[in-house]
């Protein structure tokens, strides 16, 4: 068997661009799912009985789905049952924004809780509101807390990302497939598709290590 | 038996009453922590609660301020009733400041910060007027040195000094310190023992739950001796550690070893 490996260069621009393509897509939805994971934490934890159910029930629903189902779903029902369709881009940030909300919210809550009471009570004890207790003690801290966890969170959430590629978002794995498909050379563009993978999540999580040790509290 | 001493042997620097204690009740499920405590504090009066442990001491300070709601009779805070209402209720809390056992300094705030937070975010003052008020505060009990420093990096009693400036930072017209040596290695309790009496002796009304009888003996101008959710006995220090009335009194005090 030959090797061929000129196609990686010959198509680098496609796949540099399509790299892009995938950090914009993990940036995104880390912008939307953090923020949103903290509401919906505190939604379940302080909302009133309704709302705190309805987003237990979120939680469970798309922790429970195959991400790759609820973009197919996403994808083809959503239009259908709304006559709106996003672009394959926009489709697949909705996907996976949804998903990893819900892990995030969990993570949220888990760290939310795990700040001992009486904090709260000096906090409250101060004269402070229970959202400001919230906001200036409890988040804070539980934030740094699990740093770790949305650390590895953010490692998962950027190759992940690769399953948009079944609805044709020119992210990395679409587009080093399609190159596959046009060129035949199987084993040298999963093997780049692999290192480019590799050599840019590992750093990442390395950053993201040391970002942790940087800001970690100590107690 | 919860008579008050119808002659306080210790003048009153003032006589307005600051918090009245009126036949309060408090349970735990099954359990009735309160039994009925009726309790004066002045303006000015350091009192003591003494007493074993689970006899009720903690959780009357903690309902002083609403961290536990009360179940029957009343607590009045300079004249006024504590409100049921939130945000009434958080403006009265405002003006009583509040020692933890287990300090509870907020751990990703630096000292001068922990500090500043109440001003900041409760009084709504700018960064630099709170912090100003902060690094006086930290002098005054001792640690301006340490403004930078960061909980984890304080002794026990540091960081229970630095609690008690957070608590003086809201200007407070009551302190209520709750066992606020018990968590304390021995060679750090005086220290800050030495920063309450101070407060003591500058007019600050407080009301202190605590095992250091010494401190009691010293500082405070009445005592009450807790057991069983009741106050068995309340009169000044040299009455309660020199001259008990209540049997039961001198069987806590002797069980500390206390000689009178």
């Known amino acids: 068997m030959t090797l061929d490996w000129s196609v990686v260069w010959q198509h680098r621009e496609a796949l540099v661009a399509a790299t892009g393509t995938t950090f914009l897509l993990t940036i995104a939805t880390m912008v939307i799912a953090v923020p949103c994971g903290v509401g919906v934490a505190v939604l379940r934890l302080y909302g009133i009985a309704p709302v705190r159910s309805l987003a237990t029930g979120y939680v469970e629903l798309f922790r429970n789905l195959p991400l790759i189902l609820v973009v197919y779903w996403a994808f083809y029902v959503v239009p259908i049952l709304t006559g709106v369709g996003l672009s394959p881009l926009a489709t697949g940030l909705a996907a996976l924004a949804l998903n990893v909300t819900a892990y995030n919210a969990e993570t949220f809550r888990a760290g939310i809780n795990s700040i001992r009471k009486g904090q709260v009570e000096a906090a409250m004890a101060l004269g402070m509101s229970r959202a400001q207790a919230l906001r200036r003690v409890v988040l804070p801290q539980a934030l740094r807390r699990i740093t770790p966890v949305l650390a590895s969170t953010w490692v998962s959430l950027f190759k992940d990302t690769s399953l948009v590629s079944v609805i044709a978002v020119t992210e990395l794995a679409y587009v080093a497939m399609q190159v596959r498909a046009q060129t035949f050379r199987v084993l040298e563009m999963l093997t780049a598709m692999a290192l480019i993978y590799w050599l840019l999540g590992y750093p990442q999580a390395k950053l993201v290590d040391w970002i942790q040790r940087r800001y970690a509290v100590n107690e | ?260």
């Open chain 2, 1 to 260: 038996m919860t008579e008050s001493v119808a002659a306080p042997a210790v003048p009153r620097r003032d006589s307005a009453t600051i918090l009245r204690y009126r036949d309060v009740v408090k349970r735990f499920g099954m359990l009735q922590v309160l039994n009925g405590i009726s309790l004066d504090v002045h303006a000015g009066e350091v009192v003591c609660l003494i007493g074993p442990s689970g006899s009720g001491k903690s959780t009357l300070l903690r309902c002083t301020n609403g961290l536990e709601s009360l179940d029957g009779g009343t607590i009045e805070f300079e004249g006024a009733r504590l409100p049921r209402d939130e945000k009434a209720l958080r403006a009265m809390r405002a003006r009583m400041g509040m020692v933890f056992q287990s300090f509870e300094l907020f751990p990703h705030l630096t000292a001068l910060q922990n500090v500043a937070e109440g001003p900041r975010t409760v009084l709504g003052m700018k960064p630099a007027a709170a912090n100003a008020r902060a690094s006086a505060l930290l002098a005054k009990v001792g640690l301006a040195d340490k403004a930078a420093s960061y909980p984890a990096a304080l002794s026990g009693g540091q960081q229970q000094r630095v609690a008690i400036a957070r608590a003086l930072a809201m200007e407070p017209d009551v302190m209520l310190f709750d066992e606020p040596t018990s968590a304390l290695d021995p060679e750090t309790i005086g220290e800050v023992l030495g920063v309450m009496k101070t407060l003591a002796d500058e007019g600050m009304t407080m009301v202190v739950v605590t095992h250091e009888m010494s401190f009691a003996r010293r500082v405070a101008d009445r005592v009450a001796v807790f057991d069983g959710g009741r106050i068995i006995e309340e009169g000044p220090p040299a009455q309660i550690f020199d001259a008990p009335t209540v049997g039961r009194t001198r069987d806590f005090l002797s069980h500390l070893g206390w000689a009178g």
